[in-house]
Nanobody
Framework: QVQVVESGGGSVQAGGSLRLSCAAS????????MAWFRQAPGKEREFVAG????????YYSDSVKGRFTISRDNSKTTVYLQMNNLKPEDSAVYYC???????????????????WGQGTQVTVSS
């Protein structure tokens, strides 16, 4: 069993920045695929960014590419999402997800991840 805990959400004005953190348990964290998804009210959960175990391969949704950066620190079993130039449409509950299977490319669908955090709210005001 892998436990996933997000932190770092909050409220910010448009153009501002936030950094989300996701701590995951497990002795083999360095091999996990990790990702951030988000869900706005009335919308489906959508992929935001992901990184596979090696850390060399990352993938971003078109809506955040160039503004968000995902990174991982395997020594701290933590993944980060640096969000810059935030827009009101980025407002959502952000979820961290983990999967222990070995991937060569970043999985981007919710059903590919077995472990989820409780979510952290991000609100961007105009």
């Amino acid at each position: 069993q892998v436990q996933v805990v997000e932190s770092g959400g909050g409220s910010v004005q448009a153009g501002g920045s936030l950094r989300l953190s996701c701590a995951a348990s497990g002795r083999t964290f360095s091999s996990y695929a990790m990702a951030w998804f988000r869900q706005a009210p009335g919308k489906e959960r959508e992929f935001v960014a992901g990184v596979i175990g090696s850390g060399w391969s990352t993938y971003y949704s078109d809506s955040v590419k160039g503004r968000f950066t995902i990174s991982r620190d395997n020594s701290k079993t933590t993944v980060y999402l640096q969000m810059n130039n935030l827009k009101p449409e980025d407002s959502a509950v952000y979820y961290c997800a983990a999967d222990r299977k070995i991937y060569t490319t970043v999985p981007v669908t919710t059903h590919e991840y077995d472990y989820w955090g409780q979510g952290t709210q991000v609100t961007v005001s105009s």
